[in-house]
């Protein structure tokens, strides 16, 4: 077994790189992409390995483990944290395919994932594997992925193979970067640095090997992380990241409060009732949302080592919690963004920078307030 001092080891490592990241923050945001310093740090210490399993020299790291790891980068910077959490997120992908494959796409230290998940390329079925085309949207960290994996519609002489409910079977395929063309398309209220651009093949072949389902696929590698249903590894990570960037515009607030003079007030900003109200209430927002995320990961982890399956209730509590966190803490940062007046809408300000980014993050799909629909008939069902 890892010793925590690995995961230890990355949080100082962050906590020694928050002032380059901060520095080349704001530039970032301007040109829509992480700087290549940064890029190479993130390479270096191994933050996109979290979760390939040690043979292919990963990290091998547990969900509660990774999310304390997005919390903390995100917390120096959105996009920062959210590179983290794609890149490492990517790492996944390794426990699907087959071994040579994996070791070929994951091997290197330089290896970083970019990809969509909408099924929005046809793959057809080619002696040895596919041919595909398509388009797709938000391949988050394009300019330095390494693959990139896209889900595609597997057809057979042009018309849609069919699963076993008569729904188009879709698989993901692994596309060697040089097969690729990136559509420099990213331009969005907040995440800009995340440089999560669209992308295009035109009649790439894909061999059998790199290719591969996270829903219909059985892990090949034995680690209970890759046990946990992909919704799971999708919502709590997005969550955990939210978490961060709230953390971060409280941070930011707080020293904004300390300084700023308001027109006409006899006293700084945190002088005031009202904002120490509002800030207090932002503040209980991020602490009961990192405490509901950490025990959901927590208890998700539990079940799987001990050789369970989390129920349709458990999941769906996932979802609900995640969805609603996500959405309280946006409103918490907006809350705070408003209070400080102008300093909040300045495009230079951390503050206002991470107003911005939680309204993106809040857009994703996995915790978009619709969610919670799915999840509240499964909740109320379960109690009918």
């Known amino acids: 077994m890892r010793s925590d001092s690995a995961v230890d080891d990355i949080l100082r490592a962050l906590d020694r790189v928050r002032p380059l990241v901060r520095e080349r923050a704001a530039e970032a945001d301007r040109r829509g992409a992480l700087s290549d310093d940064v890029v190479e740090w993130l390479v270096r210490n191994g933050l996109f390995r979290l979760w390939i399993p040690r043979r292919y020299g990963g990290l091998e790291f547990t969900l509660p483990e990774a ?25 996944l992908f390794s426990a699907y395919l087959e071994p040579d494959a994996a ?5 290197q230290a330089c290896a970083v994932i970019a990809g969509s998940g909408a099924p929005q390329g046809r793959a057809e079925r080619v002696p040895g594997g596919y041919r595909a085309s398509g388009r797709w949207r938000y391949a988050s960290g394009a300019p330095y992925a390494t693959t990139f994996t ?20 879709i698989r993901a395929l692994a596309f060697a970067r040089a097969d690729v063309e990136i559509l420099e398309t990213w331009d969005t209220l907040g995440m800009r640095a995340t440089a999560s651009h669209d992308f295009r093949v035109a009649e790439v072949f894909v061999p059998e090997s790199r290719t591969f389902s996270v829903i219909t696929d059985a892990p090949r590698e034995p680690l209970p992380l890759y046990r946990l249903p992909f919704d799971v590894l999708t919502e709590l990570p997005l969550a955990a990241v939210a ?3 709230a953390d971060h515009a409280l941070d930011a607030f707080a020293e904004l409060a300390a300084a700023k003079k308001p027109y006409g007030a006899q006293h700084v900003l945190g002088g005031d009732p009202v904002v120490q109200s509002v800030f207090a209430r932002a503040y209980a927002a991020a602490r009961l949302g990192e405490s509901g995320v950490f025990r959901l990961a927590e208890h998700a982890m539990d079940a799987v080592c ?7 209730s458990e999941l769906a509590e996932i979802t609900a919690c995640c969805a609603h966190t996500v959405a309280t803490l946006r409103a918490a940062v907006d809350e705070l963004v408003t209070l400080a007046g102008m300093s909040g809408i300045d495009a230079e300000s951390e503050l206002g920078r991470a107003g911005r980014d939680i309204a993106t993050l809040a857009a994703h799909f996995s915790i978009a307030p619709r969610q919670l629909g799915r999840a509240g008939r499964e909740l109320l069902g379960g109690r009918a």
Do not use: K
């Open 67 to 91: 999310l304390a790891i997005y919390q903390a980068a995100a917390r120096i910077d959105g996009s920062f944290g959210w590179a983290v959490m794609i890149g490492a997120g990517g790492g």
């Open 103 to 107: 070791r070929d796409v994951f091997g």
């Open 150 to 169: 896209a889900n595609c519609i597997v057809t057979s002489g042009g018309e849609p193979e069919r699963d076993a409910r008569g729904e188009p079977r």
């Open 243 to 245: 978490l961060g960037i």
């Open 306 to 312: 001990r050789g369970q399956s989390l129920r349709a």
